[in-house]
């Protein structure tokens, strides 16, 4: 057969032939703005022939840092199709990470959303690999800005050729696309994707079973594009030619809910904090949700109440999906079988809220301490994964030998597998906490705490809360000097200071001394069972 190499040119050149009349829209502040995969198209074009204008070449890293909107979109294109690689940064990352993953992934040009600026300049003069600041804005006149040397977007595309060929002799197996985790520990991890694992995970995307996105859909990625690809839905909705709706800047629930109203939304992916926020405001508010056909969820597990919800008031099926920036990030979504049609409500909702099935072209094992676990719904062990969009590596970073073992991604989760092979996250081999989707870890939290001069010991442990799903609360010990003289809000703002907002803790328990194991370590087990009501309580 044909040695057809799997590139995203494929995919921007499909949508430029067969859908060229399809809308993509963002919502901006200065309200809703539309064009065509036409435009989009020649647009990515331009951009790309911009880029090489500055002096980009093939295997440079060109880094976004970026909302959902149409001219991330276009990078999304241009940066991979030049021989390039795209790397989304996630804008919700302390200074001291988004420095050392631009310093660490030599990114040679920065583009930035204009009200995104501020941020990119607290790190300005740590970042010498930056040559280029490229500004995304609608204003004709650049800002006032301490960074340089800067650019307008829009007046490179002036120039840029709206009929630039993309490079035809791109190996699919060169790097597309790179995306950090939000560092569980230390700093954070780069993984890097090929053009054929995001060929092929797209076309997963796709799959009856799994998404099932298509030109009749009308597709709304709420999960940011700086993270995991959004999972992949930009790339899925160019090469299926779906409508594609992007909203922007900090939206709401409300924002959600006109969009979803207004553009005929049939398919929106977010965290299950989003999908709350939304409940909370439809369950008050009339809004036309009929359009919609799914919601896919994941990042974290998904509420069985949250599920029930949209499911039975609102009848809007529930897609929950598992996956991480490892995997591309779709590994297994749940979806109903035909044996499963005539259960009772309650066993349908139950399987909802599993992380489903693995979808086709990856292999999963889930291994205990004896081996591989019994598909009983039991034995729990740990997750490994492999397969074409499964990263093999991280990026130049001696802890992926912690990681990738024999061909497998250990993935750290624990989980249980059923009898039909759905899996079932159970635990986490660290002792991290997901808030909203995002993990954020405790260990970080307590050695910063630890070098606070008034503070002798300190842990962290995941709290539930009935919003972010989990949130980080802190167990402080003093020093005996110290007893009874520190205000919680003094180590808080300590934190502020180091870690994103999202990090800080909800809050800070004073103790007289951290319960202990019998090898000294910190009993977390202890005070999670303890605390576990704390957040509800305040």
């Given at each position: 057969m044909m040695n057809t190499q799997l590139t995203l040119r494929l995919l921007i050149e499909r949508a430029e032939k067969y859908f060229p009349k399809k809308e993509v829209v963002t919502r901006k502040a200065s309200g809703i703005f539309r064009y065509m995969y036409a435009d989009f198209g020649k647009r990515a074009r331009r951009l790309a022939s911009a880029l090489q204008t500055l002096g980009v070449q093939r295997g440079d890293r060109?880094?976004?840092?970026?909302?959902?909107?149409?001219?991330?979109?276009?990078?999304?294109?241009?940066?991979?199709?030049?021989?390039?690689?795209?790397?989304?940064?996630?804008?919700?990352?302390?200074?001291?990470?988004?420095?050392?993953?631009?310093?660490?992934?030599?990114?040679?040009?920065?583009?930035?959303?204009e009200d995104l600026i501020p941020l990119?300049?607290?790190?300005?003069?740590?970042?010498?690999?930056?040559?280029?600041?490229?500004?995304?804005?609608?204003?004709?006149?650049?800002?006032?800005?301490?960074?340089?040397?800067?650019?307008?977007?829009?007046?490179?595309?002036?120039?840029g050729d709206p009929g630039f060929q993309f490079r035809s002799d791109i190996d699919e197996n060169e790097a597309a696309g790179m995306c950090y985790t939000s560092a569980t520990t230390g700093n954070p991890k780069g993984v890097v994707y090929s053009h054929r694992g995001i060929y092929l995970h797209t076309m997963c995307m796709g799959l009856a079973d799994t998404i099932a996105y298509s030109e009749n859909d009308t597709v709304m990625p709420v999960v940011p594009m700086f993270h995991a690809n959004a999972w992949g839905i930009p790339f899925a909705a160019v090469m299926f030619g779906s409508k594609l709706v992007l909203?922007?800047?900090?939206?709401?629930?409300?924002?959600?809910?006109?969009?979803?109203?207004?553009?005929?939304?049939?398919?929106?992916?977010?965290?299950?904090?989003i999908w709350t926020g939304v409940l909370q405001v439809l369950e008050k508010q009339p809004y036309d949700v009929s359009s919609l056909r799914a919601v896919l969820c994941g990042g974290s597990a998904a509420p069985r109440g949250l599920i029930k919800a949209y499911e039975e008031k609102f009848g809007i099926p529930f897609i929950h999906a598992y996956g991480m920036t490892e995997t591309a990030p779709v590994a297994s979504v749940s979806r109903l079988r035909s044996n499963h049609q005539h259960l009772p409500v309650d066993r349908l909702l139950d399987i909802?809220?599993?992380?489903?099935?693995?979808?086709?072209?990856?292999?999963?094992?889930?291994?205990?301490?004896?081996g591989d676990v019994n598909w009983n719904g039991q034995e729990m062990g740990e997750v490994w994964l492999r397969g074409p969009w499964v990263a093999d590596e991280y990026y130049n970073d001696e802890r992926s030998k912690e990681t990738f073992i024999d061909g497998w991604y250990h993935s750290g989760d624990v989980a249980t597998i059923d009898e039909e092979g759905y899996l079932k996250l159970v635990d986490r081999t660290k002792d991290l906490v997901k808030s909203g989707g995002e993990w954020i870890s405790s260990v970080d939290l307590e050695n910063a705490l630890m070098a606070h001069p008034k503070v002798f010991e300190a842990t962290v442990i995941a709290v539930p809360h009935p919003k972010w799903d989990e949130r980080p609360v802190a167990f402080v010990a003093?020093?005996?000097?110290?007893?009874?003289?520190?205000?919680k809000q003094e180590l808080l703002d300590y934190l502020a200071g180091q870690f994103a907002k999202w990090w800080v803790p909800d809050d800070i328990v004073f103790l007289d001394e951290i319960p202990k194991t019998s090898v000294g370590k910190f009993l977390k087990r202890s005070l999670r069972e303890q605390y576990k009501d704390h957040l509800i309580r305040m």
């Open positions: 060109v880094a976004t840092f970026a909302w959902n909107q149409h001219r991330h979109l276009e990078a999304y294109f241009a940066i991979p199709c030049i021989g390039s690689v795209l790397h989304t940064i996630n804008i919700r990352l302390s200074s001291e990470h988004i420095a050392y993953i631009i310093n660490h992934a030599e990114d040679k040009v920065l583009m930035i959303d990119i300049e607290k790190v300005k003069d740590q970042i010498p690999t930056v040559k280029a600041f490229v500004i995304m804005t609608d204003n004709p006149e650049l800002p006032e800005t301490a960074l340089h040397p800067v650019y307008s977007y829009e007046q490179l595309l002036e120039a909203p922007g800047a900090g939206p709401t629930p409300q924002i959600l809910l006109e969009l979803i109203q207004s553009e005929k939304i049939t398919a929106a992916a977010g965290v299950p904090t909802r809220s599993l992380q489903g099935m693995l979808v086709p072209g990856l292999e999963m094992r889930v291994v205990g301490q004896n003093l020093k005996p000097d110290f007893k009874d003289q520190v205000e």
